[in-house]
């Protein structure tokens, strides 16, 4: 089975620092991508960044980043310079073989406080 | 590009009756999907479609139907409302690794 776990339900940050929001997963397939996706408040799913699991470095986009550790199964975002715009739901989710599909964790909410 | 659209928004269904959530994409991809949002979860894929004329099941299937005539259009449609498919519901669409979603389609069953 290919499950994603996101452990943390809620984050607290302060405008301008880093945060780190944790996704772990467990697939037996070689071949995988990753995803992080934003949820604001009025709904929308917001493509963030990916990796794929043959992919030599960590995947970068802006302000966030992929911290891609193979060995231990995790997938972690981070945040840097954190903004107050940042606060959402944040989904993790792997592809799936089924139609390449998505498997979604459940979700860490952010807070960025002033 | 218009990119993912869904109608309607927002729709307040009765037990029993039948309703289609509209998506399109003019972004010409292969790749279609629906999924469903219950509170506090992540995205469930209810169907998917490789192409015009190809769909199967996903994870949650059971009430709900699909067809693909086109590349285009991908309506999901819901048989015999029943308070458990109250959710938000996504369409999205794929191109290389990225799937796109569309704003989400608001459903209530009372």
């Known amino acids: 089975a290919q499950k994603i776990t996101q452990t943390q339900p809620g984050m607290f940050v302060q405008e301008k620092e880093a945060v780190t929001l944790d996704c772990t997963y467990d697939t037996s397939d070689p071949s995988y991508g990753l995803f992080w996706y934003k949820q604001p408040s009025s709904g929308e799913m917001i493509f963030l960044i990916y990796?794929?699991?043959?992919?030599?470095q960590n995947a970068t986009e802006g302000r966030y980043s992929l911290n891609f550790q193979k060995a231990r199964k995790s997938a972690n975002l981070v945040i840097s310079a954190s903004q107050l715009g940042d606060s959402a739901m944040y989904f993790c989710?792997?592809?799936?073989?089924?139609?390449?599909?998505?498997?979604f964790g459940k979700g860490t909410s952010l807070l960025v406080t002033p | 590009n218009a990119g993912v659209t869904q109608t309607p928004k927002f729709r307040i269904l009765k037990i029993g009756q039948s309703m289609t959530l509209q998506c399109a994409q003019d972004m010409n991809h292969n790749y279609m999907y629906w999924y469903r949002q219950d509170p506090g979860m992540g995205l469930k894929l209810i169907y998917y479609s490789v192409g015009a004329g190809i769909t199967d099941k996903g994870e949650v299937p059971n009430g709900y139907n699909v067809s693909r005539s086109t590349t285009e259009d991908f309506p999901l449609r819901l048989e015999l409302a029943a308070p458990s498919q109250t959710s938000v519901y996504f369409c999205a669409s794929k191109k290389r690794e990225t799937q796109y979603f569309g704003p989400g389609t608001r459903l209530l069953v009372l």
């Open positions: 990796q794929g699991s043959y992919d030599q």
């Open positions: 989710a792997m592809r799936v073989r089924s139609g390449y599909a998505l498997n």
